[in-house]
């Protein structure tokens, strides 16, 4: 069960200056256990396992991966077993992420990072299935097909709250811009933010993932690949300024690691006139507050704030 989308007004001088109407859309307070867009992406893809029989699900991420935990949340929440492919080395003692996945039931397994890149392979991928047992295979990030008309829902309730001129939301697989893609049918702009190095190459997995779903390729989009700050794992003051100050402003605490990189973009294309004067600006908060949880672990002596959430 989903709460209604919440939409904040975010004062902000560089929107009020050219008179644009910036809103947050909390997309992280719609589901209590599985906030954001992780929800969102599997709702039609458990529905898909449910109805081919399966009783399991088997993913893949990294260690520190929202995807991870929130297929071992719906797996607890709708009685599926949870299987966790993890990138890399075994974990001794688990760090926070894994260690909640696994209460929540999920199986782990390590592959190196040289078979982990094999993961598409079918023939790789069946005999890991012949060692698992038979499962539901949900892809890294959770970007298929399935993923986009749980997204594209998104678009649906945000338009019967309010019109609006641009949607933005930070992008790791794709998926979820994708999804907000086909529900705008091509019509209002949509802004995504690489969260990751050198993310050109979400590009073509966008528009692949589109095509599948509604064979069209859309022209109303644009990728920011400007705001990455090092990639998923790199830690940065500025961006921690960032989202300390944003917090402080505003109330609203963003993850180190996608929706800071989104609000710091916006901000900073809103500064550069980016967006129409007089516009209304939507930007996504998708969850990943649980990744504050081994950022901390990983960055402790490289920072002296942390939310007090963690």
């Given at each position: 069960?989903t709460?209604?989308?919440?939409?904040?007004?975010?004062?902000?001088?560089?929107?009020?200056?050219?008179?644009?109407?910036?809103?947050?859309?909390?997309?992280?307070?719609?589901?209590?256990?599985?906030?954001?867009?992780?929800?969102?992406?599997?709702?039609y893809?458990?529905?898909?396992?449910?109805?081919?029989?399966y009783n399991?699900?088997?993913?893949?991420?990294?260690?520190?991966?929202?995807?991870?935990?929130?297929?071992?949340a719906?797996?607890?929440?709708?009685?599926?077993?949870?299987?966790?492919?993890?990138r890399?080395?075994?974990?001794?003692?688990?760090?926070?992420?894994?260690?909640?996945?696994t209460?929540?039931?999920?199986a782990?397994?390590?592959?190196?990072?040289n078979?982990?890149?094999?993961?598409?392979?079918?023939?790789?991928?069946?005999?890991?299935?012949?060692?698992?047992?038979?499962?539901?295979?949900?892809?890294?990030?959770?970007?298929?097909?399935?993923?986009l008309?749980?997204?594209?829902?998104?678009?649906t309730?945000?338009?019967?709250?309010?019109?609006?001129?641009?949607?933005?939301?930070?992008?790791?697989?794709?998926?979820?811009?994708?999804?907000?893609?086909?529900?705008?049918g091509?019509?209002?702009?949509t802004?995504?933010?690489?969260?990751?190095?050198?993310?050109?190459?979400?590009?073509?997995?966008?528009?692949?993932?589109?095509?599948?779903?509604?064979?069209?390729?859309?022209?109303?989009?644009?990728?920011?690949t400007?705001?990455?700050?090092?990639?998923?794992?790199?830690?940065?003051?500025?961006?921690?300024?960032f989202?300390?100050?944003?917090?402080?402003?505003?109330?609203?605490?963003?993850?180190?690691?996608?929706?800071?990189?989104?609000l710091?973009g916006?901000?900073?294309?809103?500064?550069?006139?980016?967006?129409?004067?007089?516009?209304?600006?939507?930007?996504?908060?998708?969850?990943?507050?649980?990744?504050?949880?081994g950022?901390?672990?990983?960055?402790?002596?490289?920072?002296?704030?942390?939310?007090?959430?963690?």
């Open positions: 069960m709460a209604p989308l919440l939409l904040q007004e975010l004062a902000e001088p560089a929107a009020q200056r050219r008179g644009i109407r910036l809103l947050l859309l909390r997309d992280d307070l719609a589901h209590p256990e599985l906030p954001g867009n992780k929800w969102r992406k599997l709702k893809n458990l529905l898909a396992a449910r109805a081919e029989g399991s699900l088997l993913t893949f991420g990294g260690a520190y991966s929202n995807h991870l935990t929130a297929v071992a719906a797996g607890r929440l709708h009685s599926f077993r949870t299987i966790g492919v993890v890399g080395e075994l974990h001794s003692p688990l760090n926070p992420t894994l260690a909640r996945a209460a929540d039931g999920m782990l397994r390590y592959l190196d990072r078979s982990y890149r094999r993961k598409h392979e079918p023939d790789f991928l069946a005999a890991l299935l012949r060692e698992t047992g038979p499962a539901y295979v949900v892809p890294e990030g959770g970007s298929n097909a399935l993923a008309p749980g997204c594209a829902e998104l678009v309730e945000l338009a019967a709250q309010t019109s609006f001129d641009a949607l933005c939301v930070a992008c790791g697989t794709g998926g979820t811009l994708a999804g907000l893609l086909t529900g705008l091509g019509k209002q702009q802004v995504g933010v690489a969260a990751l190095k050198g993310g050109d190459f979400l590009k073509a997995d966008i528009n692949t993932l589109t095509q599948a779903a509604t064979g069209t390729t859309y022209t109303n989009w644009s990728l920011q400007d705001y990455h700050f090092g990639g998923y794992a790199s830690f940065s003051p500025e961006l921690m300024a989202i300390r100050q944003f917090q402080e402003r505003h109330g609203i605490l963003l993850d180190p690691i996608y929706t800071s990189k989104l710091f916006v901000l900073d294309l809103l500064e550069q006139d980016y967006f129409a004067e007089g516009s209304t600006v939507v930007a996504v908060h998708t969850g990943g507050l649980q990744g504050w949880q950022f901390r672990q990983r960055f402790a002596a490289r920072s002296t704030w942390w939310p007090d959430l963690y």
